[in-house]
């Protein structure tokens, strides 16, 4: 069988039965997350000095959140069945935890890409969730039945720009959360997410995936480099049961 290079998805684990493996997923977690704030601080909210602080537990706490899931990408060489098969999801519709061997693939691959999905989440708040004035920020209708999630952490470092990765991964989890608003029986489900206005290669990349915006703000920037307000948009993904047409 031909063997083909291509990129591989898993979704982390939030706990481990092996204390040593799960420290490990944690310092390459971690290391990824600040080499991501150095090498490109205008795509983030947050900084490089302020998270380089954070004590061990903050980055435990954030693998082990029930309702965050973080996946992460690498490249590997691998035939088309078994790239398939690493990327699966259970019949429940729950993002697949990487068995041993797919988890030992990711701990000694180097990591390309991030993403991490909030949710499900309750729509009466989702405004606050994004840190955000409800008062102020129209986050457009929505269904009464439709999951609410966030995209939060979205990276790809340089080296694998020009690829694609962007929208594949976001593609990815796509379907990861589609089929867990389909297994609960969910009319759907509605993805949120923020990103600086001025920042057009990321707001390209999340029109390329179907998102768009509802609504833009300005807010007080304090991030090194940027000026003292930038504006954002909000962008949403409406899967299956609504479309952005009924904004």
């Not at 493996?21 to 090498?39: E, V």
């Not at 537990?57 to 309702?67: A, G, I, K, M």
């Not at 299956?240 to 009924?246: C, I, K, Q, R, V």
Request: a negative charge; proline letters at 6%; aromatic letters at 8%.
């Amino acid at each position: 069988m031909p063997f083909t290079t291509g990129f591989t998805f898993t979704t982390l684990p939030r706990s481990h039965s092996d204390p040593s493996k799960f420290h490990r997923l944690t310092t390459l977690y971690k290391s990824f997350r600040l080499r991501s704030l150095r090498l490109s601080p205008e795509s983030f909210g947050s900084t490089y000095a302020r998270e380089a602080a954070f004590p061990w537990d903050t980055w435990t706490c954030r693998l082990s959140n029930p309702l965050a899931t973080t996946v992460v990408a690498y490249k590997t060489a691998s035939s088309p069945s078994l790239a398939s098969e690493m990327n699966s999801t259970p019949a429940a519709g729950v993002p697949m935890p990487p068995d041993d061997a797919s988890l030992d693939a990711a701990l000694d691959a180097e990591w390309l890409a991030s993403l991490t999905i909030l949710g499900p989440l309750d729509a009466a708040t989702l405004a606050t969730s994004l840190h955000l004035d409800p008062d102020l920020v129209d986050l457009g209708s929505s269904q009464q039945q439709q999951q609410q999630h966030i995209l939060s952490g979205m990276y790809v470092v340089p080296s694998a720009r020009g690829e694609k990765l962007g929208v594949r991964i976001l593609e990815h989890v796509k379907d990861l959360i589609a089929s867990g608003a389909g297994s609960r029986g969910q009319g759907g489900a509605r993805v949120s997410l923020v990103v600086d206005y001025d920042n057009a290669a990321a707001r390209s990349t999340y029109e390329r995936c179907g998102f768009g915006v509802v609504h833009r703000y300005w807010f007080d920037d304090y991030r090194e480099g940027r000026g003292a307000r930038t504006e954002a948009a909000v962008m949403v993904l409406d899967i299956g049961g609504g479309s952005l047409n009924d904004l």
